[in-house]
């Protein structure tokens, strides 16, 4: 998107604001959104694995011929652990000539930098992003200015309004769009969610922010259905997985595993589904306790849409819709004596599960070079990983803000894959498995385990499963262990404080249905949740975030949704009033009929640990 920027008082007429997303042809680059929510936009990022990607371009109007500054903001990744240059080096050509100032090498923070002057004519000019490394060098914004003194924000409200007033945001009409219901995030929960409440009659929105659906069991994160499904007392949830769900189980597989297709054609093929896919929830207008509209922002044009409806549901992990509202939330670990859960830590801290970048190599007929990469986090013979793949156990931030710090733990993520296979393949002495292979697959979008939790009328703890407490509003059940990630105390002592793999302790548990008080705020009165952001524990949370688990979450959300809208009722009032209704319709589930779909295929726990007693480990 190219925006002459003469409303800015500090713009000449000439002045021309480019983001990055809106490139009409991307080439090698990606689109990043994940860190939407802190710095206001989403970046083009080269993810090549250590080998430059194809020229991202797009035409631009340039409003006058002149002599043209261009900056670039931009972001040296690797400064948070190392001073020097960094490795995501790109420049710019405009009009067919190239800038040869490098970017994205310097600075240690999100900035505008000068990329050089070039005389343009006016009219049509090409504008390239052209990638030298292959290291995810990454570019936010454009401004091309008459100005060569011009001064740009590099950040905070004035950055805000500045991106605002060049994209003609605060002037645009917008979009106004009426529905029963509004489910935001389209991972496994609120792919069930809207499902679930269309085939009880709802009209329902469906935002996704990503251009694939199925969040961390998708083929941009590759993290298999966990859990079991269509078990306990009410068996009819969880058979809709059936219609979408994978075939074949694994994480960190390729990327046909995930089978993106079928799940477009699951909500596609959904009347009364309205799927908006690469649009993220921005800001929520609220009346006191209730949401009235969520505002969502396309990640590649930046067009706002306004969602209205009696009824919301926050399946975004990250609790954002909620916390935008207002709604109760807790985070981190709570303190033993909170719930009386003998797995939690006597003091609470701010300690969650962490984010996983899954990766895998493959091998070839010749040696496959691959460059030198090291940057602050050094790798020898006595702390490398000598692997040739990486899945879940490969996490980091842990002892980080999973929100407020989310690209600096994806980031270090990726730091640590590539500086471990860059000492596997140029340093190590018997390097023999690794000289011809070469990374095929790195991810870059997070896999998240935890952030906020929003809170409802009922938190589950462990209590509850352990003693297996009994719930009239009992829902769906969950069948995964208490399986709660931290630091692997081997990798601890390598790189203190700086963790890149996870450990676990598999606390085995019999089959427990949740109550339905998880799956509402308790103090938004329209808002439903569904997915690792519902009313548990930290502890609790080790057994509900699985995949399997969290789409029959938002199967009850939208079976309870549909009785919301019959009955004029809140979802705490569905509780409170309406409760046989829905056990009736939990018990039947919103799934097509058995008959129409194929066999059951639960994997991962056996079954007959299922009927293990729990060990503590």
Known sequence: MALTLAAMPWASAADVWVEAESFADKGGWVLDQQFMDIMGSPYLMAHGMGCPVSDAVTEIEIPEKGNYTVYVRTFNWTSPWSAAEGPGKFCVKVGGK?????????????????????????????LA??????FNGRCDAIVLSTDKNIVLPDGGDELVALRRSALGLDTAQVVVKDYDMVVVGGGIAGMCAAVSAARGGLNVALVNDRPVLGGNNSSEVRVHLGGYAEIGPNKGLGRMIREFGHSRAGNAKPGDYYEDAKKDSFILAEPGVELFPCYRATDVATDGLHITAVTIRSIENNNEIVLRAPLFSDCTGDGTIGALAGADYVSGREARSSFNEELAPEVADDMTMGSSLQWYTKVGKKPARFPEFSYGVDFNSDNCEPVTMGEWKWETGMNRDQIAEAETIRDYGLLVIF???????????????????????????????????????YILKQDDIDKNVYHED???????????????????????????????????????????????????????????????THVALGTVRV???????????????SLCKKHGATPREVYRNHLPELVAMMQTGAGKPESELPDNQNFNLPNELLSTPRLLK
């Open 98 to 126: 190239t800038l040869k100032e490098p970017l994205g090498t310097k600075g240690d923070s999100w900035q505008w930098q000068r990329a050089g002057e070039v005389s343009l004519k006016a009219g049509r000019n090409t």
């Open 547 to 561: 995949m399997r688990t969290t789409g029959m979450m938002g199967e009850v959300v939208g079976m309870a949704a």
């Open 129 to 134: 992003l052209h990638d030298l490394s292959g």
């Open 419 to 457: 500086s471990n296979w860059s000492f596997l393949k140029n340093h190590l002495d018997a390097n023999h498995k690794f000289r011809n292979r070469s990374l095929e697959w790195v991810g870059y979008i997070s896999g998240k385990r935890e952030s906020r939790r929003l809170l409802g009328d």
């Open 474 to 536: 009992a829902s769906f059940t969950t069948t995964w262990s208490l399986d709660l990630h931290f630091p692997d105390p081997e990798n601890s002592k390598k790189f203190p404080g700086n963790e890149f793999k996870a450990a676990t302790n598999h606390v085995f548990i019999h089959p427990y249905a949740v109550p339905y008080r998880c799956l509402y705020s308790r103090n938004i009165d329209n808002l439903f949740m569904a997915g690792r952001n519902i009313s548990v």
